[in-house]
């Protein structure tokens, strides 16, 4: 298996995406369910937001179960906060369908 390389865009371009960054520019109205972005160019990637609520309720699920070791991953986003622990260091479930 071969590692990639990932260059990293030139910092110009990675201070003015910072821009778009602050909660400060999101404006959430829970009553309506609306959120309001301020600045032109913004976006809000609730796909995003979803996966990484996703695996945390399966890790949840899965300690609830008694699994005391695990590592979750769905394409980039896990809870690596969980320990390994037994003589082998856990087990691995995969689905890559």
């Given at each position: 298996m071969t590692r990639?390389?990932?260059k990293f865009p030139p910092r110009g371009l990675l201070e003015e995406a910072a821009r778009f960054t602050a909660l400060e520019g999101m404006i959430i109205d829970e009553s309506a369910s609306t959120v309001y972005l301020t600045e032109a160019g913004m976006r809000l990637d609730v796909g995003a937001v979803a996966k990484g609520y996703a695996v945390e309720r399966v890790a949840q699920s899965l300690e609830a179960?008694?699994?005391?070791?695990l590592l979750l991953s769905v394409g980039g986003e896990y809870p690596g906060d969980r320990r390994q622990t037994g003589p082998r260091g856990g087990q691995a479930l995969e689905d890559r369908d």
């Open positions: 990639r390389r990932r179960e008694g699994v005391s070791s």
